[in-house]
């Protein structure tokens, strides 16, 4: 099973900008597919961007499309969320998800969970 270790989180004014990293150990996720999730106070987890164990395809939440972008570097073993125009509504933790080969936008396709990192926009 693959470890996930995300980063990056923190505070940010509305309109800025965070990266996020997702640092995978114990095996490469090279034939991974990739995924980012969001769980706000009181909310339940949702999806919001995955990319296939390639990076040629991606796959956005509605809420986020054209502001936050995924991508990855399968030498680094890592997996990126850069997320722009931030708004408050954008806060909650950020949790990194793996699963085997075909990308997926369900949590329960998803095995592999790193801790989370909390993302704060304020207004």
């Known amino acids: 099973q693959v470890q996930l270790a995300e980063s990056g989180g923190g505070l940010v004014q509305a309109g800025g900008s965070l990266r996020l990293s997702c640092a995978a150990s114990?095996?490469?996720?090279?034939?991974?597919?990739m995924a980012w999730f969001r769980q706000a106070p009181g909310k339940e987890r949702d999806f919001v961007a995955a990319i296939t164990w390639g990076g040629g395809n991606t796959v956005y939440a509605d809420s986020v499309k054209g502001r936050f972008t995924i991508s990855r570097d399968n030498a680094k073993n890592t997996v990126y969320l850069q997320m722009n125009s931030l708004k408050p509504e954008d806060t909650a933790v950020y949790y990194c998800?793996?699963?085997?080969?075909?990308?997926?936008?369900?949590?329960?396709?998803?095995?592999?969970w790193g801790q989370g990192t909390q993302v704060t926009v304020s207004s």
């Open positions: 114990g095996r490469t996720i090279s034939t991974y597919a």
């Open positions: 998800a793996a699963r085997p080969y075909t990308m997926r936008s369900m949590e329960s396709d998803f095995g592999s």
